[in-house]
């Protein structure tokens, strides 16, 4: 089954650090870009972080720039999520998502076909 | 605030057709990226539901469908049913970010 599963979440206090993980599986992994976003308590979906199949290429919101650290496994088909310094306003479900992209009218287009059923963090004292 | 703009509510009877519209700006829509959405009910994963403004993939109805022109997109759904209740997200990407995907805020739709 094509799949992605997160885990990793919990509660923690403010400026603590917590690492999630997310876990491919009936699809070659290393194949895809893959992204991190998050949905706070009664909030719409927000955009967290990119990396490149290779790792290569990585980028953040700037909610989280210079606080977490997107990585992957290509060995273990994971990928990772290390937030540092973490703020009450980082409270949320976080969701991995598999990314599909393609050229279109001088643009690159990106979506996300697969995700996960996300993992909730909590932030406070 | 979202780079896209949504309304924050639709609703409509079964049976019905109800759109869901996603404003933007020179630096995403307007900058001719396309426009994708989904499809999402609390506790579960997100739903890709339409692909490249109009496209839906396998084993979503073609009772959903997506249009795009200008600054704008929108998401229409015909012969709603109970399951359709659910929120939708309209997602494209910014040149301004880098490229990055943005979202619009979210509609709630309710079937009543």
């Known amino acids: 089954e094509v799949q992605l599963v997160e885990s990793g979440g919990g509660l923690v206090q403010p400026g603590g650090s917590l690492r999630l993980s997310c876990a491919g599986s009936?699809?070659?992994?290393?194949?895809?870009?893959m992204n991190w976003v998050r949905q706070a308590p009664g909030k719409g979906l927000e955009w967290v972080s990119y990396?490149?199949?290779?790792?290569?290429?990585?980028s953040y919101a700037d909610s989280v720039k210079g606080r977490f650290i997107i990585s992957r496994d290509s060995a273990k088909n994971s990928l990772y999520l290390q937030m540092n310094s973490l703020r009450a306003e980082d409270t949320a479900l976080y969701y991995c998502?598999?990314?599909?992209?393609?050229?279109?009218?001088?643009?690159?287009?990106?979506?996300?076909?697969?995700w996960g059923q996300g993992t909730l963090v909590s932030v406070s004292s | 605030q979202s780079v896209l703009t949504q309304p924050p509510s639709v609703s409509g009877a079964p049976g019905q057709r109800v759109t869901i519209s996603c404003t933007g700006s020179?630096?995403?829509?307007?900058?001719?990226?396309?426009v994708h959405w989904y499809q999402h009910l609390p506790g579960t994963a997100p739903k890709l539901l339409i692909y490249?403004?109009?496209n839906r993939p396998s084993g979503v109805p073609d009772r959903f469908s997506g249009s795009k022109s200008g600054t704008s997109a929108s998401l229409a759904i015909t012969g709603l049913q109970a399951e359709d209740e659910a929120d939708y997200y309209c997602?494209?990407?910014?040149?301004?970010?880098?490229?990055?995907?943005?979202f619009g805020g979210g509609t709630k739709l309710t079937v009543l």
């Open positions: 998502a598999r990314e599909i992209g393609y050229d279109f009218s001088a643009n690159y287009n990106v979506y996300l076909d697969l």
């Open positions: 020179s630096s995403n829509i307007g900058a001719d990226y396309d």
């Open positions: 490249a403004n109009g």
């Open positions: 997602q494209s990407s910014d040149s301004s970010l880098n490229g990055d995907v943005v």
């Open positions: 009936g699809f070659s992994f290393n194949s895809y870009a």
């Open positions: 990396i490149s199949g290779s790792s290569s290429t990585i």
